[in-house]
């Protein structure tokens, strides 16, 4: 019988683990406002303002969101046309979650650093990491 239990334990632990893996997920293209963040999510524009931007370059993304760290935003999605993502385009960012975030310089979370608290929304990121984000995570 204590087998059992631990076998239970151990399935119902399997289940949380997949539960969370699967709920992560990014969205492309999440339209113009602060408000269109989903919640829990961390949000980023192109443009100033929350404005989402044309492709650049047929590669890069106008706007995006993620509700998990983000190693590479320049491989965000591969297309016939190569990898797209949101690499160095940064203006405007939403962190819709609990948790502070930030945005590096570098992929892999290297460089410069810009941290938002939970909920801060930034219209114009600063000068010195506008159009230069190229990963963020939860910190």
């Not at 995006?64 to 949101?86: C, E, I, P, W």
């Amino acid at each position: 019988m204590r087998t059992l239990g631990l076998a239970a334990v151990a399935a119902a632990g399997l289940l949380v683990a997949t539960a969370t893996s699967a709920s992560a997920a990014s969205v492309f293209d999440i339209g113009h406002g602060a408000g269109s963040c989903p919640d829990n999510y961390v949000c980023l524009w192109s443009e100033g303002n929350f404005i989402q931007g044309k492709f650049v370059y047929d590669h890069k993304f106008g706007s995006f969101a993620s509700n998990q760290n983000v190693g590479d935003l320049g491989k965000l999605a591969r297309t016939s046309t190569g990898d797209k993502g949101m690499q160095d385009v940064t203006s405007s960012v939403v962190n819709n979650t609990g948790s502070a975030i930030c945005f590096y310089e570098n992929n892999w979370y290297g460089g410069l650093e810009f941290r938002t608290g939970p909920h801060e929304q930034w219209a114009s990121v600063p000068g010195w990491i506008n159009d230069k984000i190229s990963s963020f995570k939860y910190c």
